[in-house]
């Protein structure tokens, strides 16, 4: 890649790359942890609604007050130091700023941020792939009209598998399936805030002891944030959604390659080419052997014999057939790698992964009976969690996005395990995040079935 080499370049020539975070949680933490240690990138300013929370994040990984202590935006870049604020708009608009890392987890300031840094001129690593699964696509499309490149977030799981399928296509494999790792059962597609903690073996008391947010972890367990994150995968390399969304069967390691090839090679994946979340557990809850619950995989095949013996000859992972190959990795770092995504758009003007067409959805999916009136909580909440399905299904159907699904009220009873649509939901049409979904809809499938103001299809 050379990276190290442009970036020692860049700080040799003191032309560093000029980046603003907006949000200093885990994933923001992690990167500030590591970025002050590479050559060629610096910080100009670190902006989160709460500065405080910024500012602890800077001390918690080891920065000095010297080097954080500008008093604002602009001694920050002509000094080299950074700025904490929690104003991300002045960031953004800042002269000179190159590249925004948006970290901030919530899918309407992501949009929000994304936009004003396309007027900007500033390159966009979304880390908030809450916003790319709701609209990423349409996000790319304006990037690259605005002249800037739009990037997933490396060290994130997306990222990390469409630099995998790249891979494993440039090297001129058909990839047959990608995906991650995670802990699940059936069962935690109904898990609450209130029931998280016994599922990671903590008491509430620990999980806020250690600052835990409840929504966002069960976001992880629900099965939510998997298809956030396959949305992105599939949206990005081309591959497809299962036509029933994702299955999460028990698989180790050893496992890939036989349980994920095509059903007809007697496996079971219902698409040749698609996304699947493995789980780390039986489906009795025993801990799987050599599980994938951190990493991530692609399933490859050869193309004929004579590869299909180079995959035994140097030791792949394969089916009983031989034909179908593993690679994986078992870990992945979130923020202490993202410095290879700025040093990427800024230096090569390069994505690491970027939604080319639309083509997976996260739809809403009642976890309870919903009564008319109720007020949705969105991810990782009590009332819904997200399934990943076809967009164009997800369109024709008038499926919720889940990323829509945000306080708003029910307007229509939905029985749990229903998909909750459009039409049974309070929607405000003229919010500006309602707009730029309905934009996307209209740029990527303008011939899939005209949808009326609540979501039903129009004859």
């Known amino acids: 890649m050379n990276f190290y080499g442009l970036l020692q370049r860049a700080a040799a020539e003191s032309r560093p790359v000029r980046v603003g975070l907006i ?21 100009v300013g670190v902006a989160d609604l709460n500065p405080q929370r910024a500012r602890d994040a800077l001390d918690r990984v080891g920065w000095s007050s010297s080097r954080c202590g500008a008093p604002d935006l602009k001694t920050a870049r002509d000094r080299g130091t950074t700025c904490v604020t ?35 001129g500033c390159h966009v690593v979304m880390v908030n792939v809450e916003a790319d699964a709701l609209v990423g696509p349409w996000l790319a499309r304006q990037a690259a009209d605005a002249g800037v490149v739009y990037s997933l977030a490396y060290g ?13 296509r440039a090297a001129g494999f058909e990839v ?26 903590l008491t509430a008391e620990q999980a806020a002891a250690g600052g835990m947010n409840p929504q966002m972890f069960n976001s992880f367990l629900d099965g939510t944030k998997s298809a956030i994150e396959m949305a992105a995968v599939a949206n990005a ?33 219902e698409v040749r080419g698609q996304v699947e979340v493995v789980s780390s557990m039986a489906r009795d809850g025993t801990p799987l052997p050599r599980d994938l619950r951190w990493g991530i995989f692609t399933i490859f095949v050869a193309p004929n014999e004579y ?17 179908y190959a593993a690679q994986y990795k078992p870990f992945h770092l979130i923020g202490l790698e993202l410095g290879i995504s700025v040093a990427s758009v800024a230096l090569r003007r390069e994505p690491t992964g970027q939604p080319v067409d639309w083509h997976a959805d996260v739809v809403t999916v009642a976890k309870r009976d919903l009564e008319s009136g109720a007020r949705l909580d969105g991810e990782g909440g009590f009332t819904v969690w997200g399934r990943l399905m076809p967009a164009r299904e997800s369109l024709t159907m008038g499926a919720l996005p889940l990323g829509l699904a945000h306080g708003v009220r029910m307007r229509h009873k939905v029985r749990a395990g229903n998909v909750v649509k459009t039409a049974d939901v309070l929607l405000d ?19 899939a079935p005209a949808l009326g103001r609540h979501g039903t299809p129009v004859p």
């Open 86 to 120: 929690a104003d991300a708009t002045a960031l953004i608009e800042l002269d000179g700023l190159q590249v925004i890392v948006e970290a901030t987890g919530n899918p309407t300031a992501g949009i929000r941020h994304a936009r004003v840094a396309f007027e900007h």
């Open 307 to 323: 590869v299909r013996r180079c995959f035994r000859e140097y030791g792949l992972t394969t089916d009983d057939t031989g034909w």
């Open 23 to 43: 949000g200093a949680g885990k994933f923001g933490s992690m990167f500030l942890a590591q970025v002050v240690r590479t050559p060629g990138l610096h910080v």
């Open 237 to 269: 390399t081309g591959l497809a959604a299962g036509p029933n969304g994702l299955r999460f069967p028990p698989c180790g390691v050893d496992e890939l390659p036989q349980l994920l090839k095509p059903r007809e090679a007697g496996g079971q994946l």
């Open 156 to 168: 994130d799981q997306p990222a990390l598998i469409c630099e995998m399928v790249d891979w494993a």
């Open 429 to 447: 049409e003229t919010n500006e995040v309602v707009l730029v979904r309905r934009l996307m809809e209209a740029t990527f499938m303008p011939i």
């Open 176 to 201: 047959i399936a990608a995906g991650k790792g995670t802990k699940h059962l059936p069962t935690y597609h109904a898990s609450t805030p209130d029931t998280v903690w016994n599922h990671y073996g």
